[in-house]
């Protein structure tokens, strides 16, 4: 009875793979390589959030999790946060997340609570403390999860009409006027699905957006070229020269990126040409900057722990010219 119980909550709680064709979302197609690797990111990201669905204990998904190729396993770990954070957000008692983050998620925690943002987005903002994430610093990559979640499945709204929810806070915190930044960050990555990874096509939608809001946005398009990849190394280049006064900003999230694949054992060629054109280096070096710049953090102020952990990054590759 439990087998059939799972199986069927596997199918109720998880969307149709249809959900991430490119074609159904409206989003632009560079090449059949760009398509099929974004594609298959999001098969994957359904992959992990389906084993989450059934598993019995969060342990119980990690054979399945550790079965994807390396290159897109990161994927398959954020699916599954949103999985078992979907159904924290559902009940009452023990949360799956905190034993998930805490177990098989540790080498993808960056992924893993961008995918509770995914969550986020599904839930009430009632049930939003439920499944919020504790650590002070990362907690913040939930909110770039949603602000992602938004501009990929409310594109027209977020993207096109670049819409800000001016009365949109984090639960629980004195900074919660900082999360419309973290959710630009977020935005910023899903421009690289919803412009195919065309670097040109990119640079453009974000040069719609408010210019106050590009510093953010430039930084999730340099996480999420470095790390979903799908761009030549000319390709790029173009997107650092567009880049312009924010390219420390991108050389951040080409750091994040870098850490991100590092921590999780698996770095791909992608990331490895993203941090030689973003931040004249290789991903161990531009991962090692990330964990530098995290010590001693300042509690949170008038900005959260985590803007002056991304600053210090971004600050550190200015001072390196990468800027």
Known sequence: MSRTWSALRRWMLTPSPSAVSLDNRGFHAKSPAARELLETIGRTFLTGYARAAEASTPGDAAAELEAVDPAFRGFAYEGAAMGFAIRDGLRTGTRFVDGFLAGPAQDHVYMAHVGIGWAMARLPRWRWRRVAPSDPVYRWLAIDGLGFHRAYFQTERYVHRQHRDEAFRWPGTGVGHYANRAA???????????????????????????????RDLWSGVGLAASYAGGATEAELRAVWDRAGAHRAAVAQGCAFASKARVRAGHVTSDTRIAAAVFCGSSPESA????????????????????????QRIAGEFATRGRC
């Open 184 to 214: 630009d960050q977020g935005i910023g990555r899903a421009l690289w699905f919803v412009e195919g990874a065309d670097g040109e096509r990119v640079a453009a939608m974000v040069d719609k957006f408010p210019a106050h809001r590009h």
């Open 287 to 310: 991962a090692a900057v990330t964990d530098a710049a995290r010590v001693d953090l300042p509690a949170d102020r008038d900005v959260p722990s985590y803007q002056a952990w991304r």
